[in-house]
């Protein structure tokens, strides 16, 4: 609903019209080069995943691990954040991996990508200074290239994304209290937490990482070459966006949906893009890269059966 809420604060104005017509304009060649980052980045991360696993004697399949990626960026659309708990079941399922441990090398992963998005934004900040400090100054959004937002608006969409924040922190805090019962799920959840340390290969783990982030990067970026209206946007622009967009996906709205636009609208606005054209990307490349996210969880799901049944036979 929040997300919901937020789109149409943003797009209730919206021309269809010009939507459709900046649609059909997009350059396929690079849409296929993003979409390629795009898949690129679920298969690295599986790759990642199984890795973090190996030190405490789990070795799960290959396809098993980058299947259950798949699946869990599509159930986020349904349920947000529920994505991580379906990856665990997913290989205790298939692999026999126990859930609190593989839950456990997840937090560590999300610990690592989380220092990852720090070192991202401190760079992405001290790059582009100047357009960081008239965002946050202008968090109103009423700009000389036509903002969309009135000031009350934009404070809105702010307040009502850190109340969300707010009550899934402290769902998610509820739910380790009672996890803090079971004395067994938080010893092995302790193990995966702390797998990192036995790891052999942390060498290869940290080229991962960087892969998995530089192709997040890649499929946002290349974006900017569908329209000839964002197509003169430099690396560093898309740096700023990039990374706010990333942070915005925090607001537990299915990938984002809503705090995602409004960021990057209101950034583009500040590089001279329209307040119509920044519109129109927002959501022709948020769509989109859900749109496959989506479609790849569906093929994860049938994959996964499609081995369940093999196995059985």
Same mark, same amino acid.
């Given at each position: 609903?929040?997300?919901?809420? %937020? /789109?149409?604060? @943003?797009?209730?104005? !919206?021309?269809?019209?010009?939507?459709?017509?900046? *649609?059909? +304009?997009?350059?396929? #060649?690079?849409?296929?080069?993003?979409?390629?980052?795009?898949?690129?980045?679920?298969?690295?991360?599986?790759?990642?995943?199984?890795?973090?696993?190996?030190?405490?004697?789990?070795?799960?399949?290959?396809?098993?691990?980058?299947?259950?990626?798949?699946?869990?960026?599509?159930?986020?659309?349904?349920?947000?954040?529920?994505?991580?708990?379906?990856?665990?079941?997913?290989?205790?399922?298939?692999?026999?991996?126990?859930?609190?441990?593989?839950?456990?090398?997840?937090?560590?992963?999300?610990?690592?990508?989380?220092?990852?998005? %720090? /070192?991202?934004? @401190?760079?992405?900040? !001290?790059?582009?200074?100047?357009?960081?400090?008239? *965002?946050? +100054?202008?968090?109103? #959004?009423?700009?000389?290239?036509?903002?969309?937002?009135?000031?009350?608006?934009?404070?809105?969409?702010?307040?009502?994304?850190?109340?969300?924040?707010?009550?899934?922190?402290?769902?998610?805090?509820?739910?380790?209290?009672?996890?803090?019962?079971?004395?067994?799920?938080?010893?092995?959840?302790?193990?995966?937490?702390?797998?990192?340390?036995?790891?052999?290969?942390?060498?290869?783990?940290?080229?991962?990482?960087?892969?998995?982030?530089?192709?997040?990067?890649?499929?946002?970026?290349?974006?900017?070459?569908?329209?000839?209206?964002?197509?003169?946007?430099?690396?560093?622009?898309?740096?700023?966006?990039?990374?706010?967009?990333?942070?915005?996906?925090?607001?537990?709205?299915?990938?984002?949906?809503?705090?995602?636009?409004?960021?990057?609208?209101?950034?583009?606005?500040?590089?001279?893009?329209?307040?119509?054209?920044?519109?129109?990307?927002?959501?022709?490349?948020?769509?989109?890269?859900?749109?496959?996210?989506?479609?790849?969880?569906?093929?994860?799901?049938?994959?996964?059966?499609?081995?369940?049944?093999?196995?059985?036979?």
């Amino acid at each position: 609903m929040l997300g919901i809420l %937020i /789109l149409y604060m @943003i797009y209730d104005d !919206l021309d269809i019209s010009q939507l459709w017509i900046s *649609f059909k +304009g997009i350059d396929l #060649f690079w849409f296929a080069l993003s979409t390629f980052f795009g898949v690129m980045s679920h298969v690295i991360r599986g790759w990642r995943w199984k890795l973090t696993l190996a030190p405490l004697g789990m070795r799960p399949t290959t396809s098993v691990s980058i299947y259950s990626i798949f699946v869990a960026y599509a159930a986020n659309l349904v349920v947000p954040r529920i994505g991580e708990v379906s990856r665990c079941v997913i290989l205790e399922q298939h692999d026999k991996i126990p859930f609190a441990q593989s839950l456990g090398t997840l937090v560590s992963e999300r610990l690592i990508d989380t220092l990852m998005v %720090i /070192l991202i934004t @401190i760079a992405a900040v !001290l790059m582009q200074w100047n357009v960081f400090c008239t *965002f946050v +100054g202008e968090s109103g #959004f009423s700009t000389s290239g036509g903002g969309i937002f009135t000031s009350m608006g934009g404070w809105a969409i702010i307040l009502l994304s850190i109340a969300a924040i707010t009550v899934l922190l402290l769902f998610i805090m509820r739910k380790m209290t009672f996890w803090k019962k079971i004395r067994s799920f938080i010893t092995r959840f302790t193990e995966g937490l702390l797998s990192l340390r036995k790891m052999d290969n942390g060498w290869l783990f940290v080229v991962e990482t960087i892969g998995i982030w530089f192709c997040y990067f890649m499929q946002f970026y290349l974006c900017f070459f569908y329209f000839p209206f964002s197509s003169n946007l430099s690396v560093f622009a898309g740096l700023l966006l990039f990374i706010a967009g990333s942070i915005a996906v925090v607001v537990p709205t299915p990938n984002g949906a809503g705090p995602w636009h409004f960021a990057v609208i209101s950034i583009m606005i500040l590089y001279g893009i329209s307040s119509t054209d920044a519109s129109i990307f927002a959501l022709i490349v948020h769509s989109t890269q859900t749109l496959l996210v989506a479609i790849l969880g569906i093929y994860g799901l049938l994959m996964l059966q499609l081995k369940k049944h093999s196995h059985k036979n």
